[in-house]
């Protein structure tokens, strides 16, 4: 295996410091597939996320072969010399990303620094309720299947509500930030209840409303029940949105 890593590093960086970076990839703690590596008080460089996807990517081809899939199949294979990562190194990097910063596969938020969450003085005394819709795409931590909206149904959504109190947050950023929780392995009631905590520890409040409205989950849809209408609600609400509802919008109560 390390010579199969060894050998496609060198194509990439320097090989005089593999040796370093593959002691770094080692040395990292195992962490639960909902955290963020920055959140276990661990870092990891883009060489050693290198090793890490190609160590990923060699394991993956095994279970291939396991499967008794033909590895020289065209619609699997690998061909380094194109480009060509194989079936087992496209898997790989959708676990893994292709870089730490990489936002855009499905588990990449393991990998990704904190978004930064900007936050300004409440000068203007403002209490008005803020609601922020926006996208989701998380990962099942039972499958390893794709969850979030369903993108042709209206009634499919996510919220993101608070109620300012000595500070105001950058509202451009949640979008952002919601994206980088979502990109792990989840249960949507923890997913949910995460990012509630995380607007109140960062935005500094004790009022948050946090609801996905029949987010559609792939392990349902495409195996198992195999139901294409079923869809799961989870609804995180504190503060003055619990005590007193009808500050909540009426479309935003699902």
């Known amino acids: 295996m390390k010579e199969f890593i060894k050998k496609r590093y060198a194509l990439k960086y320097d090989i005089k410091n593999f040796e370093k970076y593959y002691e770094e990839y080692k040395n990292i703690k195992p962490f639960k597939v909902n955290q963020n590596i920055y959140e276990t008080n661990q870092t990891i460089s883009d060489e050693a996320h290198y090793i890490l996807r190609l160590t990923a990517t060699y394991k993956m081809k095994e279970v291939l072969e396991s499967l008794k899939i033909n590895l020289d199949d065209a619609n699997v294979y690998e061909n380094i010399e194109y480009g060509n990562i194989g079936t087992f190194g496209r898997i790989a990097k959708m676990f893994t990303g292709a870089y730490p910063e990489d936002n855009y596969e499905l588990m990449s938020g393991r990998w990704n620094k904190p978004p930064r969450m900007a936050v300004f003085p409440n ?56 994206n980088w929780c979502a990109r792990r392995g989840w249960l949507q009631e923890d997913l949910t209840r995460y990012i509630g905590k995380k607007i109140e520890e960062n935005f500094k409040t004790d009022s948050v409303y946090i609801a996905l409205f029949n987010m559609k989950h792939g392990c349902t849809a495409f195996r198992g029940a195999c139901d294409n209408r079923a869809a799961t609600t989870s609804i995180y609400s504190t503060g003055e949105f619990l005590t007193n509802p009808e500050l909540i919008p009426p479309k935003y109560r699902g």
């Open 123 to 178: 000068d203007k005394d403002n209490h008005n309720p803020v609601f922020v819709k926006t996208d989701l795409n998380a990962v099942c931590s039972h499958h390893f299947i794709r969850f979030g909206e369903d993108y042709y149904d209206n009634d499919s959504f996510i919220v993101i509500g608070y109620i300012p109190e000595k500070y105001l947050g950058g509202i451009s950023k949640i979008n952002r930030f919601v």
